[in-house]
């Protein structure tokens, strides 16, 4: 895989995680699954792009997904995102209407949410690649073992920083977190499936910008 512009803050935490045997063994599946012609999203490029425009030091809140999304053109590199010209897909539809309901958000044509980057929040998803056409495909390859240990290195070497974690899998999430030190916001996952199903209602931007309110911490600005 080749390395984006990684934010130095980080390259303490990923340089460890890459010299790790999982990883080399997360980087011979891709090889070999490219090399047998199979597509694989996001692009290779930007693979860990999530952590070029969020630096580590200046982390206010991390929204935590499964994996990409796996039709082609969909795929972007950070979590619940599209690429610009793709429409957004219902979990993301799901989001704005929430958002709207919950803040007034504007809500955009555009599924890209790079913006929220450089508001300092950091779009992560548990799996960071899938083949073309099948979800969950690079689930059990080493990916998880990954992004739980950037979850811990988030918890152990920051303060009070807010995890917004919907659905199961992301409130599964929680034991790696020390809310001693840190916010966890929840709720259902905004699938169509389960969005009325406390997803719907529960404002989770008005609560995390109220959390950094009280800690003296600039609000994050939603708008997109």
């Known amino acids: 895989m080749i390395l984006p512009n990684i ?3 980080w390259n303490d935490i990923l340089q460890n995680e890459f010299s790790q045997e999982y990883y080399q063994n997360i ?6 699954d490219v090399n047998a012609w199979e597509a694989i999203y996001p692009p290779l490029d930007k693979v860990l792009s999530a952590f070029e ?6 982390l206010k809140v991390v929204i935590l ?3 990409p999304y796996h039709w082609a053109g969909q795929a972007h590199w950070l979590s619940f995102s599209v690429q610009d010209g793709v429409n957004p897909p219902p979990s993301l539809k799901n989001i704005y209407k929430e958002l709207h309901d919950d803040i007034k958000f504007k809500i955009p044509k555009s599924g890209n949410l790079e913006k929220w980057c ?4 950091l779009l992560l998803n548990a799996i960071l690649t899938v083949k073309a056409w099948l979800p969950a495909s690079h689930s059990k390859i080493g990916w998880e073992t990954f992004s739980d240990n950037i979850i811990k290195s988030i918890s152990q070497n920051t303060s009070w920083v ?5 659905g199961n899998f992301a ?13 966890i916001v929840e709720s259902a996952h905004p699938s169509p499936f389960s969005a009325y199903n406390w997803f719907f209602g529960s404002k989770p931007f008005s609560k995390t910008n109220e959390i950094l309110k009280k800690l003296g911490k ?5 708008s997109l």
């Open 27 to 32: 980087k011979k599946i891709i090889v070999d």
């Open 218 to 222: 600039k609000e994050i600005d939603w």
């Open 162 to 166: 807010v995890f917004i974690l919907w």
């Open 171 to 183: 409130r599964s999430k929680k034991n790696l977190i020390d809310t001693n030190k840190h916010f």
């Open 53 to 58: 425009k969020t630096p580590l030091s200046q």
């Open 65 to 67: 997904w499964q994996d």
């Open 7 to 9: 934010h130095p803050s």
């Open 118 to 121: 450089s508001e300092w929040v």
